[in-house]
């Protein structure tokens, strides 16, 4: 079955520590997505990519890097200077330039702090 | 900037009741509208939607009709189960963008 996988499902980070959020897809999609979701928040965009190599900052991109080596991989890295990155963060994917399609989630990882 | 408005939760209703949850939107263009369902500890799911005027989007009972003229896209049910208890996530899609969604409304259904 084609999907998105997002691993690990918990993540522990401590202070001053640099820890990546992996996200893999097979749905052969050109487009990823991270977001972030805090309670009462909605899901904001911290980043997104629409080909490989390539990327664009979201509307909270700060203390979070990405990369985009492979079609079917997007890490997320939330970085020491992202100051409260408790929160459960969920990728996507979508085709890319289709207003009218939507986008497929993964089951989120949830990351707190020790 | 485009966004997206939903009614503020908790919503609280017994098995069969009738549910609606309003959603407004403002955009330029003509954006896709989606609604997006997150059971507890999961992901998003596509629960429905229209891209264009007067579409109406439709999936396991869910119902909502995209108005141009009132900028809504509001979410129906004629008869709520407990399975429904979960959060639901109104969004916009323009061309070439990342989705823009509401803050979610919470739904509670009890038998």
């Known amino acids: 079955d084609g999907g998105i996988t997002q691993s690990p499902k918990y993540l522990f980070r401590k202070e001053g520590q640099n820890v990546t959020l992996s996200c893999e897809q097979n749905?052969?999609?050109?487009?990823m997505y991270w977001y972030r979701q805090d309670p009462g928040q909605g899901l904001r965009l911290i980043y997104y990519?629409?080909?490989?190599?390539?990327?664009q900052k979201g509307d909270i991109a700060e203390g979070y890097s990405v990369s985009r080596e492979k079609k079917e991989s997007f890490p997320l890295t939330v970085t020491s200077a992202q100051k409260n990155p408790t929160a459960f963060y969920l990728c996507?994917?979508?085709?890319?330039?289709?207003?009218?399609?939507?986008?497929?989630f993964g089951d989120g990882t949830r990351l707190s702090i020790l | 900037g485009d966004s997206v408005t939903q009614m503020e939760g908790p919503v609280t209703l017994s098995e069969e009741a009738f549910l609606t949850i309003n959603c407004t939107y403002t955009?330029?263009?003509?954006?896709?509208l989606f609604w997006y369902v997150q059971y507890p500890g999961e992901g998003l799911q596509l629960l429905l939607k229209?891209?264009?005027?007067?579409d109406k989007g439709s999936n396991k009972g869910f119902e909502a009709t995209y108005r141009k003229e009132t900028t809504s896209f509001h979410l129906e049910k004629g008869s709520v189960q407990v399975s429904d208890s979960a959060v639901y996530f109104c969004?916009?899609?323009?061309?070439?963008?990342?989705?823009?969604f509401g803050k979610g409304t919470t739904l509670s259904v009890s038998s």
């Open positions: 969004a916009l899609r323009g061309p070439g963008t990342a989705l823009i």
């Open positions: 990519s629409q080909i490989v190599n390539d990327f």
């Open positions: 749905l052969n999609h050109d487009a």
């Open positions: 955009a330029t263009g003509y954006p896709s």
């Open positions: 229209a891209t264009k005027a007067d």
């Open positions: 996507a994917s979508s085709i890319r330039e289709m207003g009218n399609q939507p986008q497929h």
